[in-house]
Structure formats: C-alpha cells, structure tokens
C-alpha cells in the first residue's frame, strides 16, 4: 500500500492525529509540526470533569488561540435546568453500570478458563490451542453482545426521552456549534472516557466534526474474510486527540488496565465510540496500565481486539491518521503474537 | 468471596547462617560481637529462616512472639563472650512476607521483664500497646503508606459534636479529599478509632495517595474517637445511635455527602469493627458498606464462657445472637485479618455467616499480626474495594 504523507495543509485534508498522554505537554510542538500553529482551535476537556475550566497550561500550548467548549458544564446546565432528563439520563448510567458488572463477570470467568487451560500439561498441544480459541471466541462474542446491548440502551433514551427536542439541550447543541463552526481544528483531551462520551453524544459533536460516510459498513469483514471496516466519515476539521480522548474518536472504546487494586484485571468494551476512525482500538499509556511482558495475556488481548489493530500510545507517540481514518505505516501496534510492532503497510 | 493472598516464594541463600559462622569464630571478644551486630540488621533475615539477638548478662533470655497456634514462648542460646557481655540467640523459621510481633522476655534472678528488642528499631502497635516486629523476607512496606510529592494532599480539619446519646462531646476531624468542592458529591467514610489510624496507620497519607492515583473514589472521611472505648465499642447502642442519628445527619447538613447507603460506609479495626457492625446492625439500610479489619467477633457455640474477660461479654453476647439469626447488615463487606493473631478463627468463622445474609463479601487475610501496621498495609485492598477510584476509565 502506498504511503499516506501528513499533507502540508492539514484544514485543507483534515486528519486525526493521536498522541500519547501529555502529563509533560508536547502539544505545542505538535501543533506546530502539523502546520497548526496560529490556527483558531475548538478545546474539549470535558474527561477532566469538574476541573474541566482549568485549562490554562493548554490554552498556552495553543497560543491562546482557542475556546474550550466547556461541555461539562453546559452538561451540568442541562440536567438543572431538565431534571427530568437528567433523571432519565442516571437510570441509563446505572443500567449501563450493572450491564457492565454482569459482563465482566462472565469475562473474569473466562480469563480463569484461560488461566486453567493454560496451566494444562498438554498431550497433544492442538488440543490446547483450540481449548484457548474456543475461550477467547465466546469473549469476542461476549464483547459483541454487550456492545449491541449498551448501544440498545443508548438508543431506547434517546429514542424515548428525545434530547435534541429538548429546550436546554438544544439551546446547549446550537452554542457549542456555534463556537466549533468558529474553529479550524479540534483538540480533545484525556481524562474520564464514561464523561467525554457522553458529552460528545448529548451534544451531538459527531456530526459537527464530521459528516458520516455515503456507506456504513455493515461487517468488519470483507468477502474474503480480510477487515472491511468501510469508508471513514470525511472531517470538517483536523482533530488532535489523546487518552480517552483518542479512544473516544475510535470505533470501540476498550477499558483496560492489568494492575488495578480491586477491579479484576480484564480489558473490557464500554461502549462504541465516534467511530471517527477505521480498525483503530486506542490504547493510551499501555506500559503503565497493561502488563506488556505476558506475552499470553497480550497475545489475548490482540486476540479479542481483532480485526481492530490495538494502537499503543506511548509516552511520545504522535500518529496522524490516514485520510479514510486508517493507521499509517510505522505505527506502533499490538501484534496477534502479542509483542509490540511498527505497522508495517497502512492498516 | 474469599481471597487467598498470594505470596511468592522467598529465595533460600545457600551456605551457612550468619550466626552460625559467627558461632565458629568462638572464643569471641566484644569486638567482634559489635562488628557483627553493626554489619547485621536484626532479626538477621535469611530467607525463611529470622535470627533475632539479645545482648546482655541474663540468666534466660525468651523470644515472645504472637504467632497463634505456634508455641510463643522460644528460649534462645547464649553465646559467651571473652570480654563482654554474652550474645544470645535463637533462629526461627517464618513464612515469607511475614510480619511477626514479638517481645524479648529477659530473667535475671526472679525478675522477669518483657522488652522491645532493643536491636530492632522497628515497632508495630496495636490498642494494647506496642511491639518489635520482624519482617520476614519479602515483606516491604507498601509505597503508598508513605508520603509521595506528586499525591495532592487533602486536608484534615477538628470537628467537635455534642451527643446526647453519648453525654459528652465528640472529637472528630474531617478528611476533605485534595481539590475539594462543595459543589460535588463525595461518598463518605466513618472510620471508628480515627486518630490512631491516622497516627498509626497513616491513613491520611493513604487516603491522599489512593485519591491521587485513581484507586479509590474522592471521598469525606469522618475520623471518630471513642470516649472509654471499652464501653462504647462493643454493641453499645448509644454510641449507634450517635453515629447514625447524631453524627450522619449532622455530616448531611454540613457537607455535599451522597445520601445514598451505598455511598456510605463504617469501618474500624478489632473492638472498631465490633462497633462498625454493631452500628449497621441497629440501622438497617443506613449503611450500605463496612470494612472491618480484625474484628474482635469472638462467640461460643456452647454456653457463654469466652475465655475473653469481661470485656468481651458484650460483643460474646451480640455475636452469639447474630450468628443466631444472621442478616444482612450491610450490601458489601470487606474482611481483613492476620493470619497470626488469635482473632483469625473467629473473621474466618464469620465470613460465610456473613455471605449466608446475601452479602457481597471481600475477605483478606495476611501474614500478619494484630496491629497497626497489618491495618495499614489491608487499606488499599479495602478502601479501593469499597469506594474504587475511576482508574478503569481515567487516561491521561
């Protein structure tokens, strides 16, 4: 596949570009690298919840040039001034909540099948390669399932309670697309990827960042077996995104983290995300949060994400997608065999 | 559910004993005693195996530990020394990761004393006073137990309150989680003995590194202490009555806590996890958590004769009664207990009562004893299971 080039005038041929996580901000340089510099930007630091106003080291980075779209606030604003919704939206959070319980449940039996299996002293090591497929096969469709039930869930309240006919939220849509229509470019920030999410959908930023594809793909796979993620929605604006904000522009938003205190130590899905991107599954600070030395427990990891390549995004990560919203050569991907590896041809 | 806590297995060194090559070297002199004393941390800890030391004149010098089930009184050698005092000593196997307490019981003539080691400077304590610990191999203290500069820290503030349950006025402080604001909501935490925790067990320290890193929830902890704790704690109803009629609602009127019992939670240690029972028991609905590390559940199951002294009548009586008629007290329960201390029979007896009620119950144990430390070193298991930390969803 020919090389895709970051093209010189990224508000001409918009892309997304991802980042690793900016405790020590390089955004500036990015934004410069990218030809951004003195561009008016969109900021969305809804992840970082109430303190999402504190913002001053990033407008910096931005030379001031900037508005934050402050949609935690406009959230909280919202459910003020509707209660009624707001209500309906902590019913909805506290369905999604237990459904994720429940399917994590079945996952961290899974994982222990997998721990089992693989502690078997095989006679015949087939036998336990299949047990391990068979496994990891009901995860995938364990992952499947839970994702078609929390987007069930999404659309029966918006389908029943309507929040773009509802006074604050469309008064809330017809500010924020105000401001984003005064912007050339977006940047979304890290923080709560639960939060970010579901900002984004109350006030349907989908659309102001893009305008969707002629097609929806229908299967992640093509006739002949290979990923067909289908064509990319084309972006009215170069978006420059990282943490959960680079996981919420992708299809599939996967929590993880191999060390947590309490939490079982399984990656599970939350929900779809802008699905801005194609066969991407963002996975932010993976030497901090995922144990990448049991190639096993990688090589699951992989398993469960495929035909979604598993993007890792380090420390200096800094990965501009391809115009269909693909990944470029050179980025640095989980394999099937578990181990880390430069993409080889765009994915 | 219960937990098995996993240990790893500690290395053996191969060769000889510090103390047994020390030994070859005899007739020893002074000199060579403190040179090895200075080179040596005690207990000298070499793999499973812990020499503890004593230097002075003794006609019998006794190690005492606190390891149940395990004889606890361990006589040690005495090595003679040419122009000093004698070195005695004794070597004893101990799990990895193990914390063992332990005293130093000298005799001269008739007079017996029991000491802290004075060749250890490590010191555990408990409600009954302190200890020496020797800390196996493999045992660290945990990194969030100690200060880190990056952990914003919270802030804790003296909060008297006048009860008439209790006839006295209560002294409490308020932890109010780094970056506070009254315009959030926080869950909240009633932690009974509040200043030993936070003087022995570090909690605040704790509660600042846990927030920080997203293990556990933003949360207000009320710190409550006892008056005469003998009396307060053990299934004594004005002290509930305090907590959930006075000081609950007088909490709710002064900060943004969920009014919710699932964002509430008792916790206490010992006779504070009998009174953290106790307290949910008499208030159902109230409180929707408890974490109870070492509770002193001591029952019978034939006649009344605990063994406990009268103290323990009370909480003998309330146990008795609940196991009884078990029922649920709380949604979720988190157990820790030592493996070490007397009190591990009656938790590991508890914990499927507890379950038989519906109950979500988390237990813990480790190879530890009745003390601070041992408290200190479960918070992390409890306070994150209790109200976790968003870090499954945060990414910077």
Known sequence: MPADPVPEDLTADPRITLLGPQRNPRIGQVVADLGLAGRRFATITTGWRDREADDALLAEQLGHRCVNLGLWQLMQEVWEADPELAEADRRRRLVHTEMQELYLIGLEQAVEALRRIRQHTPRDPRVVELAVEDVLSIMREMDVRHLERVGDLNHEFYARWEPHHRDAVVTARFHVGRLVADTEAVVVT????????????????????????????????????GPDFGPAPRLLRPIIAWGAGAMALSERVLLFYDDPVAAPGVSELLMNGLALTRGVVALPSPRERLLMRDQDRMRMLAARTAPWTALLLEERAQVTLTADGRLPAGARVLGTDGLPHDLEGAA | MSLPTPYPIAPRPKGKLAINRLRERAPLTDAEVEEFLAEHEVPVVEGPRST????????????LHRIVNQPQHVPMKRLDVLDGDPLWYVTIELPAHSRVEYQLEVRQGAAVEAVNDPLNPHVAHSPVGSSSVCQAAGYETPTWVLPQPESRPGELIDWDLPSKALRRTTHNRVYLPARFRRSSSYPLLVVHDGDDYITYAAMKTVLDNLIHHLDMAETIVLFSNPGDRLREYPNHAPHARHVTRELLPALEEELPVVRRSDARALMGASFGAVASLSTAFRSPDTWGNLFLQSGSFVFTDIGSDHGGGPAFDP???????????????????MITCGVYEPLIVPNRSMVPVFEST???????????GHSWENWRDRLRDGLSWIFPGPQKLVYE
């Open chain 2, 315 to 333: 909480v003998v009586k309330f146990m008795n009664r609940y196991r009884e008629r078990p029922r649920r007290v709380a949604d979720r329960m």
């Open chain 2, 358 to 368: 519906g109950a979500q119950v988390r237990y813990v144990e480790s190879r530890d």
């Open chain 2, 52 to 63: 503890f030391l004593y230097r002075g004149r003794a006609d019998a010098v006794a190690v």
């Open chain 1, 190 to 225: 890290g923080g709560h990827v639960g939060v970010l999410l579901g900002a984004l959908h109350l006030f349907n930023l989908g659309p102001a960042l893009a305008t969707p594809p002629d097609v929806e793909p229908s299967t992640p796979f093509d006739r002949s077996g």
